[in-house]
């Protein structure tokens, strides 16, 4: 099994930048694609960024530029910083991994973006 536990969301006006942190506990050995999904409100479920063990990251179209993901696989963590925030990115975000074929979840972190 693997747990994992989000950090850093809040409430930040338009234009600001705020960082997510995602650390992973448990069996985190073979973890190979780890990334953040987010959930806008009466909106499903959508893949931000996503990056795997060796760096290979990719990212949804609506943060291109915006938004850098980076992982520290000593520290089994996985970073989202996010830049120039705009309204739209106001979403519940959720970490993910995945290891041998199984998905893992955060418990979802709250990003607000007041205009």
């Known amino acids: 099994q693997v747990q994992l536990v989000e950090s850093g969301g809040g409430l930040m006006q338009a234009g600001g930048s705020l960082r997510l942190s995602c650390a992973a506990s448990?069996?985190?050995?073979?973890?190979?694609?780890m990334g953040w999904y987010r959930q806008p409100p009466g909106k499903q479920r959508e893949l931000v960024a996503g990056i795997t063990r060796g760096g290979s990251t990719n990212y949804a179209d609506s943060v291109k530029g915006r938004f850098t993901i980076s992982r520290d696989n000593a520290k089994n963590t996985v970073y989202l910083h996010m830049n120039s925030l705009k309204p739209e990115d106001t979403a519940v975000y959720y970490c993910?991994?995945?290891?041998?074929?199984?998905?893992?979840w955060g418990q979802g972190t709250q990003v607000t973006v007041s205009s």
């Open positions: 448990g069996s985190t050995f073979s973890i190979n694609t």
């Open positions: 993910h991994a995945q290891r041998i074929r199984t998905d893992y």
